[in-house]
């Protein structure tokens, strides 16, 4: 299975451009073996894009069944490459930070809903901006794979659930703004002991985004505790994992 981890920059609330990225790059991968691309979390809509009014955070969260994503599978489709992207689901009037999978034929392989609450602000109405429960790994070309965004693997007792899944590796986008002196300082190998812990493949997926909130790229193959492959704060690009 070849898998690229993706560092690329979102626009906060600009959709259009987000999504426009992922499919430029399932085109620039076609034909060249990839089985799955994976951005990083609420690629699709900056991590920055809510207003924590909820009201105003329904026009702006999207289903399943958005036309962009409907565009996105096509396109995944086309370049018979599988992509994986966190985005701001809704669900009715529910809130959630999802990560959806999607295979080389275009179909739904996971949708995982964050189990910590880190991802939104003490003023979020708890009522509509929810937590998943499912820890549920995906089979995809004879592995299992799990997926953990951002905090979830920061609480003791929710990492205690992703220690007991039953996964062949972990996927983890994640939105962390570290500058690359704090990363390099001691913070990169604080997560790799954390994704040790797991004792598989941890796959860490970061973007890229504009001051004031910026995120500094970077991507992460880690694996019982050692860095394996990275592609360095700093600057975009992807990471190719070969399993």
Known sequence: MRIGLIAEKYIDKDLEHNFAQMIKWLKQCEGQGYDLLCFGESFAHGF???????????????????????????????????IAFGYIEKVEDKLFSSYLVLSGEGEVLANFRRVSVGWKEPIADHDFYLEGKDYTP?????KKIGIAICGDLWHDNLFEN???????LLLWPLYINYTPEDWYGGEREAY???????????????SLSDPPTQAFGGC???????IEQELPLGGGGMLTVEF
């Open 192 to 206: 790799a002991e954390r994704a040790g812990d797991l004792q598989r493949p941890v796959l860490m997926i970061n």
């Open 48 to 82: 920055e894009a809510l207003t924590w009014e909820h009201e105003k955070d329904l026009e702006i969260a999207i289903t399943q069944s958005d036309p962009r994503i409907e565009r996105l599978r096509r396109q995944a489709k086309r370049s018979k490459t599988g």
């Open 138 to 142: 995906f089979e995809f070309k004879g």
């Open 162 to 168: 992703f220690k007991k899944q039953q996964s062949d």
């Open 220 to 226: 992460y193959d880690f694996n019982s505790g050692r």
